[in-house]
Structures are given as C-alpha cells and as structure tokens.
C-alpha cells in the first residue's frame, strides 16, 4: 500500500506551543479562583481542545460552568495565548525544513485541537501555510480528539487534493505527541507516529507504529514502510 498524505497534529508537534498554552490555561483559570498546575495540564488536560480543557476542569473541581461561561474562558484564552506569542518563535527551529521535506513528497494536512487562527498566525508568520492542503482546528469538527473526528475531517479534505482512487485512511500516516491525538488517529485508521516532544516513548508506544524524538528525525521512506509492514 503506498503513502498518499501525512497528516499533522499542530501543538507539540510544529509548534513548540504547549507551554505557552499552559500558561494561558492556568492564567484564565487563575481569574477564576482555579490554580492549574503543570502537572496536573499535562496528564489530564493536554490532549483536549479549549473548550474541553475548560469542561473538564469544571466537571473535576465540581464548577456549574454554563456554555456562555466556557465560550467567556474559550475567548480570554485565545487573547492571553496571543499576547504571550508576540515576539517569541512558536514553531520549533526545525519545523520549516520537515514541512517542506514531507509537502514535496505527498500532500500534508493539520488535524488539530487549537484553535484555526493559532494555527494560521504561526504558519504565515513562517511563510508555511501554502505548504499545506488541508487544516482542520478546533472548530471545524463535532468532536474533538480523542474523537476520530478531526482526522476523519482531514483525509475527507486531503482527498479532493490527490488525483485517482478516492483516499483512505489506511494510506495516510498521522504524526502525534500524546496519547490522545494517537488514539483520534488510530480511530480514524491512519498509521501513527509518536513524537517525544511532550511525553516520553512509554506513554506513546502503545498506539504508535513508529516513535521519533523529534519533528526533525520525520523520514518519508520510513513512513512509506511503515504501511507494509
């Protein structure tokens, strides 16, 4: 079976983001009387989108948010992530060579539970958002990851890009760094590669076909045999 897309998550895996998005986390919950720990974010909260962040974090403390009450966190969220980004590179040093490497080899797509202005501001400030055929945020889909939804969206979209048979799942390689973005993959039945920029290779081995350390060690012939294997 050949490889026809790469599909990307954003945060952790591009986009040295994760800590800004703590700080902005715990900075809007810190309004509301809520301490959030950098523990506490990266084994419970990491792998969920803005709005589930905030829903859960309410439902474990015991707090009767309302939607308008989450949409009000959700908004002064992605203002706090912004003022923290200024000036500061959010995409690691060696993303802009991967990306260009992968996109002139098959097309590539982002499956991601930031929010689509966080993802287009850091990719046109590295002259990258043409790189890519497809970009699926937060709000594009129902369901958020662990959900197979975002990338179920992803290969959906990709597949208006790529000329032949209609594309599959199974043809498509997703490139992750938690657990849940690995699971969103694997339920959607893409092949997945763990990245160790956020937790090591014991947290990731269990869904992942192939672990690397960084965005850097990314190799399209090793993706291309991971499909036959």
Same mark, same amino acid.
């Given at each position: 079976?050949?490889?026809?897309?790469? =599909?990307?998550?954003?945060?952790? =895996?591009?986009? $040295?983001?994760?800590?800004?998005?703590?700080?902005?986390?715990?900075?809007?919950?810190?309004?509301? #009387?809520?301490?959030?720990?950098? +523990?506490?974010?990266?084994?419970?909260?990491?792998?969920?989108?803005? =709005?589930?962040?905030?829903?859960?974090? !309410?439902?474990?403390?015991?707090?009767? *948010? $309302?939607?308008?009450?989450?949409?009000?966190?959700?908004?002064?969220?992605?203002?706090?992530?912004?003022?923290?980004?200024?000036?500061?590179?959010? @995409?690691?040093?060696?993303?802009?060579?991967?990306?260009? +490497?992968?996109?002139?080899?098959?097309?590539?797509?982002?499956?991601? #539970?930031?929010? !689509?202005?966080?993802?287009?501001?850091?990719?046109?400030? &590295?002259?990258?958002?043409?790189?890519?055929?497809?970009?699926?945020?937060?709000?594009?889909?129902?369901?958020?990851?662990?959900?197979?939804?975002?990338?179920?969206?992803?290969?959906?979209?990709?597949?208006?890009?790529?000329?032949?048979?209609?594309?599959?799942?199974?043809?498509?390689?997703?490139?992750?760094?938690?657990? *849940?973005?690995?699971?969103? &993959?694997?339920?959607?039945?893409?092949?997945?590669? !763990?990245?160790?920029?956020?937790? #090591?290779?014991?947290?990731?081995?269990? $869904?992942?076909?192939?672990?690397?350390?960084?965005?850097?060690? @990314? $190799?399209?012939?090793?993706?291309?045999? @991971? @499909?036959?294997?």
């Amino acid at each position: 079976m050949a490889l026809r897309a790469i =599909v990307f998550d954003f945060d952790g =895996v591009l986009a $040295n983001s994760e800590p800004l998005h703590f700080a902005a986390f715990r900075d809007v919950l810190a309004s509301a #009387g809520i301490a959030l720990t950098e +523990r506490d974010y990266y084994s419970r909260y990491l792998g969920f989108d803005d =709005v589930g962040v905030f829903k859960t974090v !309410g439902a474990d403390l015991g707090r009767t *948010w $309302n939607a308008r009450d989450v949409a009000g966190f959700v908004a002064d969220k992605a203002l706090r992530l912004e003022e923290l980004e200024r000036n500061i590179p959010v @995409l690691f040093a060696e993303t802009p060579g991967a990306i260009r +490497r992968t996109a002139a080899e098959v097309p590539i797509a982002i499956a991601s #539970g930031a929010l !689509g202005p966080e993802i287009r501001r850091a990719l046109m400030r &590295a002259g990258l958002i043409e790189q890519f055929a497809a970009i699926v945020s937060a709000e594009d889909t129902p369901a958020s990851k662990p959900a197979p939804d975002p990338y179920v969206r992803a290969v959906a979209l990709l597949s208006a890009h790529i000329s032949g048979p209609e594309l599959q799942p199974s043809e498509c390689v997703a490139i992750e760094d938690s657990r *849940w973005g690995l699971e969103s &993959a694997r339920a959607a039945g893409l092949r997945t590669v !763990g990245v160790t920029t956020s937790y #090591g290779p014991s947290e990731l081995q269990s $869904n992942s076909d192939l672990i690397i350390g960084s965005i850097a060690d @990314l $190799n399209v012939d090793d993706l291309r045999r @991971l @499909l036959f294997s």
